[in-house]
């Protein structure tokens, strides 16, 4: 993705990792024929041609305001333990040069948002250091989402959830904590300071319990950013595919929500796992909902 402007807001794509996996592995009960009725419009891109396996990216964004510097979303980290997925099993990306490229070091970093509480979205809030984890970003306040947080702990806590979501909950979660970095905050929760411009959680319920997006707004210039809420652009066709996730009914009514907000608007589409250039607009086409990627 290069570089959007947002009036007085500039984001970047942090890029992790790209990845292929099979329809039914990202949304439940979907098969290569069901993605071939639609292989047409999202091409080669995010579609492999023969065995029709959909393409994702993993990525953050950084956000830089003319008053702050904010990661939104952290990514799957370095050297975590996941041997529960092997693709994010110990892995090696030079995520953090990524950063360095665009000009931010960690220590520069004055915000961490993040939609939720899934070890691919808080890879990065944490790194090894001398067999320890520590912040990432050490000068940074962590803002999560209150209920969010609870959820997870008590979940955790009685077992309700499998043992495996403990892994990320310890290396990723509870360090940024005992730091002292952590912020909870409600899930419409606006960054202060930023006036004219808008920066603030957008609840997007439904892939977990306080699941939420990312709103911003300059110069009557705007985006959301969604997080898990939708996972791959076949989605804005069928609403009805979703990835495995805490309330089903209540995840596809918020992609119907956002396709009636955004279609044909001007408002951009920041999307956590679709294939580079991961941002574009909801769009009709002959009576269908499509995405046009911003390269189109």
Not at 128 to 135: C, K, M, S, T, Y
Not at 205 to 216: D, E, N, V
Not at 241 to 249: I, V
Request: proline residues 5%.
């Amino acid at each position: 993705m290069r570089t959007q402007l947002f009036g007085d807001i500039r984001v970047d794509s942090i890029p992790e990792y790209d990845s292929l996996i099979a329809p039914g592995d990202l949304l439940v009960g979907v098969t290569p024929e069901d993605v071939a009725e639609h292989e047409h419009w999202l091409g080669p891109r995010h579609v492999e041609a023969g065995t029709r396996n959909l393409k994702l990216r993993s990525h953050a964004y950084l956000i830089r305001t003319r008053h702050h510097t904010i990661l939104f979303d952290t990514c799957c980290g370095n050297d975590k333990e996941r041997s529960y997925y092997p693709a994010w099993h110990r892995l090696r990306t030079p995520f953090l040069e990524n950063l360095a490229h665009v000009g931010v070091h960690p220590e520069q970093v004055d915000f961490v948002m993040c939609s939720h509480l899934h070890a691919d979205h808080i890879g990065w809030h944490t790194r090894l250091l001398n067999g320890e984890w520590v912040p990432t970003f050490p000068n940074a306040r962590y803002l999560i989402s209150k209920g969010e947080f609870e959820w997870w702990r008590d979940a955790i806590q009685t077992g309700a959830v499998k043992a495996y979501r403990k892994l990320a909950w310890d290396d990723s979660v509870l360090p940024v904590v005992d730091h002292g970095l952590a912020t909870f905050v409600e899930d419409d929760h606006a960054l202060e300071n930023e006036m004219p411009d808008e920066v603030r959680y957008m609840p997007l319920h439904g892939h977990t319990k306080h699941h939420c997006g990312l709103y911003l707004c300059s110069q009557s210039q705007d985006a959301i950013f969604t997080g898990d809420a939708v996972h791959h652009p076949i989605q804005l066709a069928r609403p009805d595919w979703l990835n495995a996730g805490y309330d089903a009914a209540t995840a596809t009514q918020v992609i119907r929500n956002l396709i009636a907000r955004l279609i044909d608007t001007t408002t951009k589409l920041m999307t956590a796992h679709f294939a580079d250039p991961t941002a574009g607009c909801i769009v009709s086409d002959a009576g269908e909902v499509r995405f046009r990627f911003d390269e189109e």
